[in-house]
């Protein structure tokens, strides 16, 4: 570009370009393959085998973050890039329908990359965009610059500690470069006006998870719970409890930790901000398993997370654990929010996994005692009730109990078991067990035993 124009070429002459050629510099464009899925983005599935198209088929991501593919049923997209759903899709296939199956997913429709502007901007506000823009992109797509612009931009990067400054009159200058940097989602761009004292001096700066990140005007008595709530409070995923604030003293750097979540709850008192200061609030980045998994505690969370999956991480369920009756509580500022899940349908596959958020708890409670023992009765030896294991037979209770009497029938021996309202009847010969003829019953949590006398 530099080129083609000379040095005292009027800046808004360029952006006047910038803004006409936009839509076509973008369809030029393909996609980064580290792009995130995320609700309503759409995406092309086809599945070859042997050369043959199997699968052929365009998708959405629907509100759960999940799609539907053909054969496999439900799958988690939201937090993925596009390899890894292709990938989530051909170890299935793989798996139990095809041999050495090749999946190629494209992405065709984009309604996640979000972007801020404001200040020296003809249209300032939020802008969905299809892929990352460069920042000379993000004002053309604003209308660019007002008269009298200052001559930083001053970048907030969501997620990170960082502010990047550009000087606009060496961008614009150059038109391309290292000045010209490409846009994470998230970012937030404040121009200021030229007549504008040093921002470092006169405004905070407010990153992470809050609803409008940016840069906000200093007034003394600020702190730090009230500049959140001027960032228009914290979002779902906020880790409030570790916030921090970064505080420059000439070259040096000092950062102040701050519980936010009890500062709110007014534990603690709160921090007050210094002009220049820069508030962090970072993600939450765990989730929590309690009660019957075989290792409960915290674990790492990672995106396309779900419940069932969170409990294999913790060693899968328990002996005695009644996952029908799964607990998630997810918090959203002082708000709590109680999900119940029933696992035990999901492991079945008759209903779809629930999708976790950072931050979230599950309980897995301990069945109730119908449902973690079985019942002897009857002819045997110690009639009562004894725990269920997996694996457990109805020979093999029958000799927890302390084997047959002297009157025990066990050829006639009856297994009841509950399916909900109704009642299930099951006749087993264990003599014919006891001597290898036939195979043994496994017994499900709350069965029934009956030994019953034999006929004199």
């Known amino acids: 570009m530099k080129y083609l124009f000379k040095k005292n070429t009027n800046p808004f002459f360029f952006l006047l370009l910038i803004a006409f050629f936009l839509p076509e510099a973008y369809a030029a464009r393909t996609v980064d393959r580290g792009y995130i899925l995320g609700e309503k983005?759409?995406?092309n599935v086809q599945v070859y085998v042997g050369g043959e198209q199997q699968i052929a088929t365009d998708l959405t991501v629907d509100a759960d973050g999940r799609i539907t593919v053909p054969i496999l049923g439900s799958l988690q997209a939201k937090g993925l890039t596009p390899a890894q759903l292709e990938q989530s899709i051909r170890?299935?296939?793989?798996r139990d329908y095809f041999v050495n199956p090749q999946v190629i997913l494209k992405v065709?429709?984009?309604?996640?990359?979000?972007f801020f502007i404001s200040g020296a901007i003809n249209s300032s506000g939020k802008y969905d965009m299809e892929e990352e823009p460069t920042l000379m992109e993000l004002i053309g797509k604003a209308g660019g610059l007002k008269e009298g612009y200052g001559h930083i931009a001053y970048i907030t990067h969501k997620n990170s500690n960082k502010v990047t400054k550009i000087n606009l009159v060496t961008l614009l200058n150059s038109g391309s470069g290292r000045k010209n940097i490409r846009l994470k989602n998230g970012d937030t761009v404040q121009i200021p006006f030229k007549t504008e004292v040093d921002q470092a001096k006169t405004n905070v700066f407010i990153e992470g998870e809050v609803k409008n990140p940016g840069m906000f005007p200093y007034r003394p008595g600020l702190t730090a719970l009230n500049a959140c709530v001027m960032a228009g409070g914290f979002t779902e995923s906020a880790a409030p409890e570790?916030?921090?604030?970064?505080?420059?003293?000439?070259?040096?750097?000092?950062?102040?930790?701050?519980?936010?979540?009890?500062v709110r709850g007014g534990r603690v008192s709160d921090s007050s901000l210094q002009p220049g200061d820069f508030l962090n609030i970072p993600e939450?980045?765990?989730?929590?398993?309690?009660?019957?998994v075989k290792n409960p505690g915290m674990f790492p969370y990672r995106p396309g997370l779900t419940a069932l999956n969170a409990c294999v991480m913790a060693g899968g369920f328990s002996e005695i654990a009644a996952s029908e009756r799964t607990t998630i509580i997810r918090r959203n500022g002082q708000q709590k929010k109680v999900i119940k899940v029933d696992l035990k349908k999901v492991k079945a596959g008759k209903i779809r996994d629930f999708a976790l958020r950072p931050g979230d708890f599950i309980n897995v409670p301990e069945g109730e005692p119908g449902k973690t023992n079985i019942y002897i009765e009857g002819e045997v030896k110690?009639?009562?009730?004894?725990?269920?294991?997996?694996?457990?037979t109805a020979l093999n209770a029958c000799v927890m109990a302390g084997g047959f009497n002297e009157f025990a029938a066990p050829n006639r021996t009856k297994v009841i078991r509950k399916d909900g309202q109704r009642k299930k009847v099951i006749k087993i010969n264990l003599e014919k067990v006891k001597a290898g003829d036939?195979?043994?019953?496994?017994l499900e949590p709350g069965d029934f035993i009956n030994v019953p006398e034999t006929w004199l």
Do not use: C, W
Request: glycine letters at 8%; proline letters at 8%; charged letters at 25%.
């Open 108 to 114: 065709t429709g984009f309604h996640s990359l979000s």
């Open 91 to 94: 170890v299935p296939l793989a």
């Open 242 to 262: 570790r916030a921090t604030i970064i505080r420059k003293k000439g070259r040096k750097k000092q950062v102040i930790r701050i519980n936010l979540e009890k």
């Open 382 to 392: 110690n009639p009562g009730m004894f725990p269920y294991r997996p694996g457990l």
């Open 284 to 292: 939450k980045t765990n989730i929590y398993i309690e009660g019957e």
């Open 41 to 43: 983005d759409t995406v």
């Open 438 to 442: 036939i195979l043994d019953l496994p």
